[in-house]
């Protein structure tokens, strides 16, 4: 594709001599408004560089730039220099670039050899999935497939929470309350059903607190039967994790959590005594972080046993030397803020520099709209249920909408669980928001939905047309402006997916395929497309089919399916 601010900048750099071509191209601006044309340059530093006006410098330069076949007009509008792009070089240059490369327009190889690791989901074994979970999830999957368009290597990981001290717990209570039978049929309810029993039990009865710590001390220490029992528990809670995900299409590249470097811990706690940065404190072992304005370190217990914290510093070296990241990106909730800094700043002390490519990518909190899910008082929303709801609900929808499409069911997944991805994508990851059915669901909002069925009536126009289409057209046909505004933020998304890993923002996507779907829909009603002249047909049917290539793949990079009939 033509990077036509690119061009602009060889024009204006050949006649300018003072600035570089970067600082030419970061001066250009798109104007607030398209009649001051699609790119312009201020003539400030040049001004400031001649010791002349603005204005004067912008004309003077205007007069000696050549103009070239793709640009329409360069115009002086005081101290800036518009340029208009001419609208059917600009069709032919998206168009082109989107029919030819298909489902990988977007991509581009600037992270080539470079590795990321993206850490997501990471939910604990023997309790619930939760709504909450979901952001860590769906944010990490989409970035995930953002940094892997962008060509770097990717590491997926789900970093479970498999072990500590609640694991003794949930020793205890199975053995004294426990069914086989039960957990088999549903893990997560019953061992979490035990857990709330064992804390119920221990308010009467503190032994039990010490029966559970010395079940964890036996699970440390490698005994049969604590292992084959916590084996046991991992594997029926992931089974039900892998639910989840299988409904969600979401896969992993490894499961190492918490249990996986219980034995690298002395090796860490070495390192930190060489460094001189560990203590005593009241028979616990600390890294004291009092400089650096946070509470400190906890690294050991008193009984020697490892925190949760720790195993985040044994695995981030692991990850350095199995890996070798150029950046280490944790998908985790805002309440573990100080948690992060913490630990990466024990990292940093411990010396190693690339403590700085350890990212804490926060979020923020959902909570769910009064009645949105059925739930008795102080039982937990697990996500699978929001899911099947989700699904139900958008079954309902189509069932009034289009009684007769073929595969509802199918179709019911994709939209419902697409609805629900889709509105964890919309906000700004760091919000707070409130979770609900009529804005999730709502086909005419700026919802998954919306986008979804914007893309099956791109689908239902091709398949109508059904003949083959070309980039070889004539883009004169494109240049009103209705065309030229979908035309443009087609040609935006490569900038939208390469601007996701600035902040890592997957709800930029979101927000863009929204406008995206917007323009297109103003375009359809407002133009026929099937119509008789032939050359405008198919100019406009290459439109539509750039549009929906587009809309699929800004969906695909969310982890939203873009389904053909709805
Ligand atoms: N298991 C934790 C939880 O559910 C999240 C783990 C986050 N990742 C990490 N490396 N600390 O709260």
Redesign the pocket.
């Known amino acids: 594709m033509k990077d036509f601010k690119l061009e602009i900048a060889n024009i204006i750099s050949s006649q300018v001599s003072d600035l570089s071509l970067d600082e030419i191209v970061s001066l250009i601006e798109v104007p607030p408004n398209k009649d001051m044309g699609d790119y312009a340059f201020p003539c400030f530093k040049l001004a400031k560089i001649f010791r002349k006006a603005p204005n004067l410098i912008a004309q003077e330069l205007c007069d000696k730039i050549e103009k070239t076949d793709y640009i329409q007009k360069i115009e002086v509008a005081g101290a800036y220099i518009n340029f208009f792009i001419d609208k059917s070089s600009l069709a032919k240059s998206v168009l082109t670039e989107v029919l030819n490369k298909k489902d990988d327009y977007g991509k581009t190889n600037v992270g080539e050899g470079k590795t990321v690791i993206v850490?997501f989901s990471?939910?604990?074994i023997a309790?619930p999935f939760h709504i909450g979970?979901i952001r860590?999830t769906v944010i990490g999957n989409a970035l995930y497939k953002v940094y892997k368009a962008l060509g770097f290597n990717t590491v997926r990981i789900n970093?479970?929470?498999d072990y500590g001290t609640q694991f003794g717990k949930l020793i205890v209570a199975f053995k004294r309350w426990g069914d086989e039978e039960e957990v088999k049929k549903a893990p997560i309810k019953t061992l979490l059903k035990l857990y709330v029993k064992f804390h119920e039990e221990a308010e009467n009865e503190p032994s039990l607190d010490e029966e559970a710590r010395m079940w964890f001390k036996k699970l440390e220490e490698g005994d049969k039967e604590a292992t084959e029992l916590w084996q046991w528990f991992r594997d029926v809670s992931l089974q039900e994790f892998n639910k989840v995900y299988d409904m969600l299409g979401i896969e992993f590249d490894s499961y190492a959590?918490?249990s996986f470097y219980s034995d690298k811990m002395p090796r860490v706690i070495n390192i930190m005594k060489e460094k001189g940065i560990i203590k005593e404190s009241k028979g616990a072992q600390i890294v004291d972080l009092e400089e650096y304005n946070m509470p400190p370190a906890l690294i050991t217990k008193s009984d020697g046993s490892t925190l949760?914290l720790t195993?985040?510093i044994a695995?981030a070296i692991y990850r350095k030397e199995t890996y070798d990241f150029y950046k280490n990106i944790?998908v985790?909730?805002s309440?573990?803020i100080l948690?992060?800094n913490q630990?990466i700043k024990v990292v940093e002390l411990m010396g190693f520099d690339w403590a700085k490519d350890c990212v804490h990518v926060p979020f923020g909190m959902v909570s769910l709209e009064e009645g949105t899910m059925s739930t008795r008082k102080g039982r937990v929303v697990f996500l699978e249920d929001v899911l099947n709801k989700a699904v139900e609900k958008t079954k309902e929808i189509i069932m009034e909408k289009n009684p007769n499409l073929e595969n509802i069911d199918e179709v019911a997944k994709q939209i419902g669980i697409g609805a629900v991805v889709f509105q964890e994508l919309s906000n700004n990851r760091i919000k707070d928001y409130t979770f609900s059915w009529d804005r999730t669901l709502n086909f005419d909002g700026e919802t998954g939905p919306y986008v979804q069925y914007t893309h099956t009536r791109t689908c239902s126009v091709l398949r109508k047309a059904n003949e083959e289409i070309s980039s070889d057209v004539d883009f004169s046909v494109l240049t009103d402006d209705d065309s030229v505004n979908v035309i443009k933020e087609i040609g935006n998304f490569p900038k939208v997916v390469k601007d996701v890993i600035k902040n890592n923002e997957p709800h930029i996507i979101a927000r863009y395929v929204v406008d995206l779907a917007q323009a297109f829909n103003k375009f359809y009603h407002d133009n026929v497309i099937l119509v008789d002249d032939e050359k405008t047909k198919k100019a406009r049917l290459a439109l539509v089919e750039a549009t929906r290539q587009t809309i699929k793949n800004a969906l695909s990079l969310l982890g939203v399916e873009a389904p053909e009939r709805m």
């Open positions: 850490e990471s939910p604990n309790k979970h860590s970093h479970l929470g959590g918490e949760y195993r985040d695995a944790y985790v909730g309440q573990q948690h992060f630990w």
